[in-house]
């Protein structure tokens, strides 16, 4: 257990709709990172928030927002869902952008 | 730009055999961070290791050690004497300096250990 948390473990909606995916990080932790994981892609960065503030910026679509709030918690908003937003996505949080990275056990989302 | 490849997308071996991973990456930072994690069947990913870019030493923890050369861009992952639970895939990554973070990914190898 790497202390990150997300909910929901598995969320199955349709193509048009939005979810919100949820993320706690590890205790102590001050930044967060998400990702998406995917046949095609891979694992590709999505978006890094540090203490409340968006730190970096990925391959991240318009369609999609995330926030951290100040108990460090994020969210991550997908909208407008197309099936091709079927994946895992991961939520990860270290201490410092330069410390390794905690995964927790992700989120897979299905768009039908 | 910075990339990541693991050229072995499958590897199949039999139990208490030896094995290495291998992952090349390219930057051109000077300050960057390698790292492995292990993804089981169950989904989750594991933390394995990480290296700071100006650290060349050999590291060993268990069954596990890596090499890293700075010279030829490398930083392999070798199991001893692998056993079936070692079954997963595995990815190496690279960070980039602060004030990010982001970690990029090479497309990962799956590795197979049959008893």
């Known amino acids: 257990d790497s202390g990150v948390t997300q909910t929901p473990k598995h969320l199955i909606t349709a193509t048009g709709q939005r979810v919100t995916l949820r993320c706690s990080p590890r205790?102590?932790?001050?930044?967060v990172y998400w990702y998406q994981q995917s046949l095609d892609q891979g694992l590709q960065f999505l978006i890094q928030y540090y203490n409340g503030e968006e730190r970096a910026k990925g391959n991240i679509l318009e369609r999609f927002s995330a926030q951290q709030f100040p108990d460090l918690h994020s969210e991550l908003n997908l909208s407008s869902l197309e099936l091709g937003d079927s994946a895992l996505y991961f939520c990860?949080?270290?201490?410092?952008?330069?410390?390794?990275?905690?995964f927790g056990p992700g989120t897979r989302l299905t768009v039908l | 730009a910075q990339k990541v490849t693991q050229a072995q997308t499958e590897i199949s071996v039999v139990e208490k055999e030896d094995v290495t991973l291998d992952c090349v990456y390219e930057t051109r930072d000077t300050t960057y961070y390698l790292f492995w994690y292990k993804q089981p069947p169950s989904g989750e990913l594991v933390f394995l290791i990480r290296r700071n870019s100006f650290d060349e030493q050999n590291e060993i923890s268990g069954r596990y050690s890596w090499n890293f050369q700075k010279s030829t861009s490398s930083f392999n992952f070798t199991i001893t004497a692998s056993q079936v639970v070692d079954s997963a895939v595995y990815f190496c990554?690279?960070?980039?300096?602060?004030?990010?973070?982001?970690?990029?990914f090479g497309q990962g190898t799956e590795l197979s250990v049959k008893p």
């Open positions: 990860a949080s270290s201490v410092d952008p330069r410390d390794e990275q905690f």
């Open positions: 990554a690279l960070s980039e300096i602060p004030p990010g973070g982001k970690l990029i």
């Open positions: 205790s102590g932790d001050l930044s």
